[in-house]
């Protein structure tokens, strides 16, 4: 066993000490040490309640014979960390999440791991760390939120709550009614109800094969999430046991398998930020490229709250991530002979999955469009590519041409579309928010919720190298790469340029010429940091472009 190394032998005795001091016994050293990594902490409320799904956890352990040892992992709540200086500490805490739990599990030489993570950074830092260490590990996650349902019985969530601040700022909602929404949005613990960016990674977790079939839909409230969680920690003994590790369930095909299910879920466009760092951590490289062939053959099965008005409860009920699989294996579109944490192939887990609900989870033969949520989009404003959710895109705005109004920040984007400068028609470009630039790369789901909220969903787009929350509907194009900061052509977008979006074809094009392009950039000048010290400044000299997974190298 790994805890061999500091449990074994004369040469450690000085070791065990320290563990006779944890209080632990002989005979709980002499079964394998499995590190519980909880995520729980009383400032997010997709994480309040990990403290009891870690204790559900370590009692399958101790059922399954093994010595459960709890160690915390960091989160941020995005939406709390929303709109201000915050945000800029979202995205970076992935790669602190991965390193610090590196330290932990080396410094202490554990078994196994059981991760339980939950919201947006957590989930894919944790599943770094799992494929950079390599050793037997499963995940457990805390679960989604319940949706919320308004004083007349509409059923709301985070994202309506964004929308709302813009509908109060367009005069179309009282203080009454925002207050509505702000007390019933988020009516219980859990990652928010939607298909956001939490949820989205929860269920590719399931789906890449690292966790047990409900991971990704099983609501947090629900006692069904505690017996998930001891579930989940009875099956890290026979991972352990089996020596079933990380690297033989997230194969190259385990991550084929895990866009097609983000296809048809129609997840957050941070996936495509998350599964290409995940996978480098794994020895496998994807590149944004192969997310439109994907998408090209993957049809669209889940319209979930912000694409529609189903919530991650609806799913759960329906059959969850294994029932979307089970519809899209009916054409192939999965290699089922992926290994999984269950110790058993893909399609022994399916074989007796059943689509419940066709309403929630549409059949193959009637999708809600033949390719998949996602799509990537190419052209001279971003050679290397940027991503849209184009499965919640107003059909009016799959196409899209337009003025561009260019701001610098955030901040100057959201203070104009408050003063209703923002007319239809209009390309809203929100630039040096990227990877560096930001630097962390902000999301922008506040200009996109006043957007939406004010009536301009359906006739104005917005394009950044920053990135939108999984809440963010409508023409919102992100992660335009090379990004501002790095020289990128957003970079010399200048008022009033015609920009053109043709999200069916895959396209978009600053209308300028080559020439002068050439002109401008000659002219232009970087400009300073925005954050000189301190984790900021040292991640934005690290990270790599957003096309490459925000990695740090």
């Given at each position: 066993?790994?805890?061999?190394?500091?449990?074994?032998?004369?040469?450690?005795?000085?070791?065990?000490?320290?563990?006779?001091?944890?209080?632990?016994?002989?005979?709980?050293?002499?079964?394998?040490?499995?590190?519980?990594?909880?995520?729980?902490?009383?400032?997010v409320?997709?994480?309040m309640?990990?403290d009891?799904?870690?204790?559900?956890?370590k009692?399958?352990?101790?059922?399954?014979?093994?010595?459960?040892i709890?160690f915390?992992?960091?989160?941020?709540?995005?939406?709390?960390?929303?709109?201000?200086?915050?945000?800029?500490?979202?995205?970076?805490?992935?790669?602190?999440?991965?390193?610090?739990?590196?330290?932990?599990?080396?410094?202490?030489?554990?078994?196994?791991?059981?991760?339980?993570?939950?919201?947006?950074?957590?989930?894919?830092?944790l599943?770094?760390?799992?494929?950079?260490?390599?050793?037997?590990?499963?995940?457990?996650?805390?679960?989604?939120?319940?949706?919320?349902?308004?004083?007349?019985?509409?059923?709301?969530?985070?994202?309506?709550?964004?929308?709302?601040?813009?509908?109060?700022?367009?005069?179309?909602?009282?203080?009454?009614?925002?207050?509505?929404?702000?007390?019933n949005?988020?009516?219980?613990?859990?990652?928010?109800?939607?298909?956001?960016?939490a949820?989205?990674?929860?269920?590719?977790?399931?789906?890449i094969?690292?966790?047990?079939?409900?991971?990704?839909?099983?609501?947090?409230?629900?006692?069904?999430?505690?017996?998930?969680?001891?579930?989940?920690?009875?099956?890290?003994?026979?991972?352990i046991?089996?020596?079933i590790?990380?690297?033989?369930?997230?194969t190259?095909?385990a991550?084929?398998?895990?866009?097609?299910?983000d296809?048809?879920?129609?997840?957050?466009?941070?996936?495509?930020?998350?599964?290409?760092?995940?996978?480098?951590?794994?020895?496998?490289?994807?590149?944004?490229?192969?997310?439109?062939?994907?998408?090209a053959?993957?049809?669209?099965?889940?319209?979930?709250?912000?694409?529609?008005?189903?919530?991650?409860?609806?799913?759960?009920?329906?059959?969850?991530?294994?029932?979307?699989?089970k519809?899209?294996?009916?054409?192939?579109?999965?290699?089922?002979?992926?290994?999984?944490?269950?110790?058993?192939?893909?399609?022994?887990?399916?074989?007796?999955?059943?689509?419940?609900?066709?309403?929630?989870?549409?059949?193959?033969?009637?999708p809600?469009?033949?390719s998949?949520?996602?799509?990537?989009?190419k052209?001279?404003?971003?050679?290397?590519?940027?991503?849209v959710?184009?499965?919640?895109?107003?059909?009016?705005?799959m196409?899209h041409?337009?003025?561009?109004?260019?701001?610098?920040?955030?901040?100057?984007?959201?203070?104009?579309?408050?003063?209703?400068?923002?007319?239809?028609?209009?390309?809203?470009?929100?630039?040096?928010?990227?990877?560096?630039?930001?630097?962390?790369?902000?999301?922008m789901?506040?200009p996109?919720?006043?957007?939406?909220?004010?009536?301009?969903?359906?006739?104005?787009?917005?394009?950044?190298?920053g990135?939108?929350?999984?809440?963010?509907?409508?023409?919102?194009?992100?992660?335009?790469?090379?990004e501002?900061?790095?020289?990128?052509?957003?970079?010399?977008?200048?008022?009033?340029?015609?920009?053109?979006?043709?999200?069916?074809?895959?396209?978009?094009?600053?209308?300028?010429?080559?020439?002068?392009?050439?002109?401008?950039?000659?002219?232009?000048?970087?400009?300073?940091?925005?954050?000189?010290?301190?984790?900021?400044?040292?991640?934005?000299?690290?990270?790599?472009s957003?096309?490459?997974g925000?990695?740090?190298?």
């Open positions: 066993m790994f805890s061999d190394q500091i449990k074994k032998g004369v040469e450690r005795t000085p070791n065990r000490s320290l563990l006779y001091a944890l209080g632990l016994t002989d005979e709980e050293l002499s079964r394998p040490i499995v590190g519980i990594v909880s995520s729980h902490n009383e400032i409320p997709g994480h309640h990990l009891k799904i870690a204790e559900a956890v009692a399958g352990v101790r059922a399954a014979g093994g010595t459960p709890m915390p992992a960091i989160a941020v709540c995005d939406g709390i960390a929303m709109g201000h200086v915050g945000m800029k500490y979202s995205l970076v805490t992935r790669d602190l999440i991965a390193d610090s739990t590196e330290a932990m599990v080396m410094a202490h030489q554990f078994d196994g791991l059981v991760m339980i993570p939950n919201c947006d950074k957590n989930v894919p830092g599943l770094m760390a799992a494929a950079r260490l390599n050793i037997p590990t499963i995940f457990c996650s805390g679960g989604p939120m319940l949706a919320g349902r308004l004083e007349d019985g509409r059923r709301t969530c985070l994202s309506h709550m964004f929308e709302a601040v813009g509908a109060y700022h367009a005069g179309k909602l009282d203080e009454t009614g925002v207050a509505d929404y702000t007390e949005a988020c009516p219980s613990c859990g990652s928010c109800s939607g298909m956001y960016t949820n989205s990674m929860n269920c590719l977790t399931e789906a094969g690292m966790a047990l079939a409900g991971n990704g839909t099983v609501p947090a409230p629900y006692s069904a999430r505690i017996r998930l969680a001891k579930r989940a920690g009875m099956q890290i003994m026979e991972l046991h089996k020596n590790r990380p690297r033989d369930i997230m190259e095909a991550f084929h398998n895990a866009e097609t299910v296809m048809a879920l129609g997840c957050s466009t941070n996936t495509m930020l998350h599964l290409p760092a995940i996978a480098h951590e794994a020895g496998v490289e994807i590149s944004l490229d192969m997310s439109n062939a994907i998408s053959k993957t049809p669209n099965l889940c319209h979930l709250a912000p694409a529609g008005d189903t919530f991650m409860e609806d799913l759960d009920r329906a059959g969850g991530v294994a029932a979307v699989m519809e899209l294996c009916k054409q192939n579109l999965l290699n089922t002979s992926v290994m999984t944490v269950t110790g058993k192939t893909l399609a022994e887990n399916l074989a007796q999955v059943t689509n419940r609900d066709t309403n929630i989870i549409r059949p193959l033969e009637n809600y469009s033949k998949g949520g996602i799509a990537v989009l052209g001279n404003l971003a050679p290397d590519g940027c991503v959710k184009q499965s919640a895109v107003a059909p009016e705005m196409r041409e337009g003025p561009a109004r260019v701001f610098d920040s955030e901040e100057d984007a959201i203070g104009a579309i408050y003063a209703g400068e923002i007319k239809a028609g209009d390309v809203v470009v929100i630039r040096y928010e990227g990877p560096k630039g930001g630097p962390g790369m902000r999301e789901l506040n996109t919720s006043a957007i939406c909220g004010m009536g301009l969903g359906e006739s104005v787009a917005l394009i950044t190298d990135r939108f929350s999984g809440a963010t509907r409508g023409a919102s194009i992100g992660h335009v790469s090379p501002a900061a790095a020289g990128g052509n957003i970079a010399l977008v200048e008022e009033g340029d015609i920009i053109a979006i043709d999200i069916t074809a895959c396209k978009i094009e600053l209308k300028v010429s080559d020439e002068e392009l050439a002109a401008r950039r000659a002219a232009w000048v970087c400009p300073a940091p925005k954050v000189t010290t301190g984790y900021l400044a040292r991640y934005a000299k690290l990270v790599s957003a096309d490459k925000a990695i740090l190298n």
